[in-house]
């Protein structure tokens, strides 16, 4: 991503959540049911909406990367991981959180929720073997991504496959006026956050993997001992 394109795009997207702040917080009205408790919504839906991004452009490249070997596939694989884990870790808190105002329960095993977690352990999975994982982890990475992307589906249908707290039927097509606008800014904010953020850890990770390939390439030649 060209530096002036990045700057704008970051400095609409720091606009953009302040603005947003100002319609969950003062423009948008009160749920009648959980009270201020709903302006949770805000921020869950959206992060899940990112953790499912992060997952799936993560399951994708690793594909990619196993099929072609080619080292820019394994770096966005790599950023879009790591940022899974982050973005899985905020909407399972402020899912959490969200339960606790709905269902009164901070947790239950319910399929979605438990499916969730699963999702985001598997990611976490992911992180550690690519970190920990040595040589050739990166295959055995790939393996649980696609995992991971094949969970995102069971995710989305899980409330008409099993009977589970959350409704079968969304709540954001009834959204209206100030709540909807609100949403919707959210979740694109939340989405363009997430592409700054990929294209800043692709960048870092595309020097990282350089570098140790010239590290090899000296070591290989004996100019380092």
Known sequence: MRRNLFYAAAALCIAGFAYTQYLIFY????????MFNQKIFYY????????FS??????????????????????????AGELAVLFGA????????????????????????????LLWMVMVGYVLVRKYGGPGSERLAAGLA??????VPLIYFSVRIWR????KTSVVPGLQGPMRTAFWLSVILWLVFFVLMLATRVGTARAERLLEETRERGLDEGLFE
């Open 27 to 34: 423009a948008a009205p009160i749920d009648r049911l959980l």
């Open 44 to 51: 869950h839906v959206p992060s899940a909406f990112v953790l």
């Open 54 to 79: 992060a997952v799936i452009t993560c399951g994708i490249s690793s594909v990619l990367y196993v099929k072609g070997r080619q080292g820019k596939h394994d770096d966005i694989a790599s950023a």
């Open 90 to 117: 905020i909407m399972l808190i402020t899912g959490s959180i969200w339960g606790k105002a709905a269902w009164g329960k901070w947790w239950q095993w319910d399929a979605r929720l438990t499916t969730s977690l």
């Open 146 to 151: 696609v995992f991971g992307l094949a969970d």
């Open 164 to 167: 589970t707290l959350h409704p």
